[in-house]
Each structure stands twice: as structure tokens, then as C-alpha cells.
């Protein structure tokens, strides 16, 4: 399984931004996929997770993340999304996406920084 | 919220020597559901052991998980150069949120 993570960069506070995830070598539509990361110096923190289509495909959100964050994905892309709004300088982080087999993290991407500073 | 409590913050050993890492958590985590993770420096971290004591596939015979209810241990058997990174652990109990431990430093002498 490879993990690719994009879309990460430089933002200013209150901004926006769209990550993207492309997941290769599984069935993405089945896959369960989860983001989390990791603040400069810091440890890791779980931000939710995206089903797959043959369970339902619901999303689930750390309570932090609710009202600011949102996952989505597109099956026809094999692409998994997190929608930030409202950027505040506590969102800077590397943003990991990893497959999730069963709760567990099982393959990670190798990351994408975030850095929300005026 | 299930909250994961590591200790120590900081072991550092030897090569050959056996590193044990203990992870708490506030209330039972359901069948085992706990999993560990190694973060070497400026890697993302990646999958050492799932269900409490299941090895990811590639991970070496010298790293083992046990335990159960709210006590679990990583041990590394025989240490190795390679083996200097931060280690988590995460829970995946009956339902989300997941949650990790804030980590143990592993330092090779």
C-alpha cells in the first residue's frame, strides 16, 4: 500500500485549506482511512476517519475537530480529503494519512506541514 | 476519552540490552484493541504491533507486545542501534475517538 499526502503549505490565520490523500494498491472505495498529526515537537493527535463505501463510508471526528475540520473522499479518484477552515496558528503540524484496517494505523504517508502564521 | 499514559519519558540503553515500555490507559480498552508505533527521527511513524501483541508484517521477532485490560508493554529483547526512535501507543477501543500515548524516548547509548 503507498500514501501520498499533498496539499500542505503556508496559511494565514483564519484561512483555508484542502489536504489530499492518494492511496494506491488496494480497493480505495473499501479502504477505511484515518488522519492525524503531529505539531512541531509534539506527539500525535487523531483527527478522524473516513469508512468505506460497503460500510456505510460515514466519517467519525475527535471532538476538537468538529465545526473546523471535515473529511471527505472521492472513490472515482482514489483520493481521500481533509477540509480545514478557520486555521488557527495551533493547526500548524505535519498532517499524516494512514490506512486503517481495523483502528489501528497501518500504512502512513510520509506527511505534508501545515503552517498557519500571518 | 480513553487517555494512554506512558512511561518512562526517556530510556536509555545499551545495544543487547532489553527495553520495556509500559502504556496505561484510564478505563479497559475492549479486546485488546491497543496498538504501538515507532517513530525514528524525522520518519513518520509506522505500525510495530496491533491487537496488543500482533507484529505488523516486517517487523523484527525482537519487539513484543502483551498485556490487557488497562496495562500494556512493548518490549524490545535485544536492542539495536536502529531501534533509537519514539514509540506510542494507540488505543481503538469499542468506538472513536482513538487516542495515543504522548510517546517514549528510546535512546541507544
Known amino acids: ?118 | 476519552e480513553i487517555v494512554l499514559t506512558q512511561s518512562p519519558g526517556t530510556l536509555s540503553l545499551s545495544p543487547g540490552e532489553r527495553a520495556t515500555l509500559s502504556c496505561r490507559a484510564s478505563q479497559t480498552i475492549t479486546s485488546s484493541h491497543l496498538a504501538w508505533c515507532q517513530q525514528r527521527p524525522g520518519q513518520a511513524p509506522r505500525l510495530l504491533i496491533y491487537g496488543a501483541s500482533i507484529r505488523a508484517t516486517g517487523v523484527p521477532d525482537r519487539f513484543s507486545g502483551s498485556g490487557s485490560g488497562t496495562d500494556f508493554t512493548l518490549t524490545i529483547s535485544r536492542l539495536e542501534p536502529e531501534d533509537s526512535a519514539v514509540y506510542y501507543c494507540q488505543q481503538y477501543g469499542v468506538s472513536p475517538p482513538w487516542t495515543f500515548g504522548q510517546g517514549t524516548r528510546v535512546e541507544i547509548k
Not at chain 1, 54 to 59: A, C, F, L, S
Not at chain 1, 91 to 113: E, F, K, N, R
Open chain 1, 1 to 118: 500500500v503507498q500514501v501520498v499526502e499533498s496539499g500542505g503549505g503556508l496559511v494565514e490565520p483564519g484561512g483555508s485549506l484542502r489536504l489530499s490523500c492518494a492511496v494506491s494498491r488496494l480497493t480505495f472505495s473499501d479502504a477505511w482511512l484515518s488522519w492525524v498529526r503531529q505539531a512541531p515537537g509534539k506527539g500525535l493527535d487523531w483527527l478522524g476517519r473516513s469508512k468505506g463505501k460497503v460500510d456505510g463510508g460515514t466519517t467519525d471526528y475527535a471532538e476538537s475537530m468538529k465545526g473546523r475540520f471535515t473529511i471527505s473522499r472521492d472513490d472515482s479518484k482514489d483520493t481521500l480529503y481533509l477540509h480545514m477552515n478557520n486555521l488557527k496558528t495551533e493547526d500548524t503540524a505535519v498532517y499524516y494519512c494512514i490506512t486503517d484496517p481495523g483502528g489501528w494505523m497501518g500504512s502512513w504517508g510520509q506527511g505534508t506541514l501545515v503552517t498557519v502564521s500571518s
